[in-house]
């Protein structure tokens, strides 16, 4: 029989999925419709957009996370997980961008790269072997740096909005009730 508690931590973790799902769609609607169109003012402004939105709706699902469970003075953690499901969403389609979607991503990348390596000054030709080695797992470094940057722009981010939206106690609202209990019984 499941206790309330491990309840309510599972209903939370069903709703930090969803909401994650939903905040890394703005990410990957961002990323993909910037992949197929190069043009570098519409994708300065898919960035801002991608940026300025996913800030609004993690603000937005905590908020509501907050004002549906007043018992909890602060709602990072819930941010946080909501990042962290968001997070790993977005690590999956670069692996999977890189992967399949957009292979030629990395050959426009091979291509580039004896140019870029040349005008390296001072690469050792062990250090340039070791690059294109990097380059045949592009799609797994990719994934992994994806999980990292995100969650921990994510967590910084939730910080701040669960700072601004935690619940403050109000040392005259609080003494309130306590005077006119007095009051009441003298």
Not at 169 to 178: E, V
């Amino acid at each position: 029989m499941e206790t309330p508690n491990h309840t309510a931590q599972s209903a939370k973790w069903s709703l930090a999925m969803r909401d994650g799902l939903l905040l890394s769609l703005v990410t990957l609607a961002c990323t993909t419709i910037g992949s197929l169109v190069q043009l570098s003012f519409l994708n300065i402004l898919l960035w801002l957009v991608k940026l300025i939105g996913s800030i609004w709706l993690l603000w937005f699902f905590m908020k509501r996370y907050g004002d549906a469970h007043p018992e909890e003075p602060r709602t990072t953690g819930y941010g946080i997980l909501v990042c962290l499901f968001s997070s790993i969403v977005c690590a999956v389609f670069a692996y999977l961008s890189y992967r399949f979607f957009f292979p030629g991503a990395i050959d426009e990348i091979m291509t580039q790269l004896p140019a870029t390596l040349a005008s390296t000054p001072g690469i050792t030709p062990e250090a340039e072997e070791a690059v294109y080695k990097l380059m045949d797992n592009l799609p797994q470094i990719m994934c992994v740096l994806s999980l990292i940057w995100d969650f921990v722009l994510g967590l910084a981010i939730s910080a701040i909005i669960g700072a601004s939206t935690a619940k403050r106690k109000d040392p005259i609202g609080d003494n309130a009730p306590q005077e006119e209990e007095k009051d009441e019984l003298a």
